[in-house]
């Protein structure tokens, strides 16, 4: 069975790209534009990985995390951020991420850190 990755980015032609890739490297992908949606799809798909922009239109995807990790079977969290500092970076280390990409990302960058991650869910 594919790996199920959440996408959770609210930049449409971003979004869409790392969906593309994804799927052309086999995961199934899901899409959320929002904090809201992302919980709803989230709830409902079951992600083993979500990657979250850090700076959504009702919110911050941080505030997602504490309300996974109480699901069985949390998804692992990379977050995704156009702030290149030390700061964010243990911001979103400390609220439950395994990794922080800066933006832009490359394809290159996101399938090394998304491929070994997935790999160790089994």
Not at 73 to 95: I, M
Not at 104 to 120: D, F
Request: a negative charge; one cysteine or more; proline letters at 6%.
């Amino acid at each position: 069975m594919a790996k199920r990755v959440l996408i959770v980015e609210d930049n449409e032609l971003a979004r869409d790209a790392w969906r593309l890739l994804l799927q052309a490297t086999g995961y199934h992908v899901s899409v959320a534009g929002s904090v809201g949606e992302a919980l709803t799809v989230a709830r409902a798909e079951r992600p083993d990985l979500a990657l979250l922009d850090l700076t959504l239109p009702d919110g911050e995807s941080l505030s997602i995390i504490p309300e996974l990790l109480v699901e069985e079977n949390p998804p692992v969290f990379v977050a995704l951020t156009g702030h290149d500092t030390l700061a964010v970076a243990e911001r979103c280390r400390g609220a439950g991420c395994a990794e922080v990409l800066v933006k832009p990302v490359s394809s290159r960058e996101l399938l090394a850190v998304v491929e070994p991650l997935l790999a160790k869910r089994g």
